[in-house]
């Protein structure tokens, strides 16, 4: 479970008024903590114990995404800070995907609705990688994980300045909100 020490805003908390949490509910935060912990498990080469039957054809889909598409894994599961702009987050994972010679950030989901906030999202978390890390991504895609197994269906993003300075912009009327 993601926990938030740094004093800071996460990214989540700053787009949280943008997020449709009608089918958010104890069982599917606890499905996509365990999914994610598999995945970022698979990614680092360690022991991925099985999840709840129900749960397991999400992290199916993660691990078979994972083996056909990443050649090589640059940061996963890491919380980053910007000092800059004082928030921070935590991105699934940065990887060179086969066939590219540079740096995507993947976000894993287990909704399948494409999302607008979520190109908000991987903009911020591209915005985090370079400044706390020096790492550039070139581009960001959200991949959709399927409940039967069958692999993740990848979504670009939109493009990466616009959408950070709309999240940037979400994060200044959040910080006043909060002030108050």
Not at 62 to 68: P, S
Request: include cysteine.
């Amino acid at each position: 479970m993601y926990k938030n020490e740094t004093g800071y805003p996460s990214t989540t908390e700053v787009l949280r008024a943008h997020l449709n949490t009608d089918y958010f509910t104890e069982e599917s935060a606890a499905r996509g903590d365990a999914v994610h912990g598999g995945a970022s498990a698979h990614l680092q080469g360690l022991f991925v114990p099985p999840l709840k039957p129900e749960w397991q054809g999400w992290l199916n889909s993660a691990k078979r995404w994972i083996d056909q598409m990443v050649d090589r894994v640059i940061l996963v599961e890491t919380r980053l800070i910007s000092v800059k702009y004082g928030y921070c987050g935590k991105p699934d994972l940065i990887t060179v995907l086969r066939g590219n010679d540079f740096n995507t950030l993947c976000d894993f989901k287990t909704g399948q609705t494409v999302e607008r906030w979520w190109s908000l999202q991987s903009a911020s978390y591209r915005q985090l990688a370079q400044e706390d890390k020096g790492i550039v991504c070139k581009n960001g895609i959200s991949v959709r994980l399927k409940p039967d197994g069958s692999g993740g269906l990848a979504t670009d993003c939109l493009p990466y300045q616009p959408c950070l300075n709309v999240f940037l912009s979400e994060l200044n009327s959040f910080k006043f909100f909060k002030a108050a």
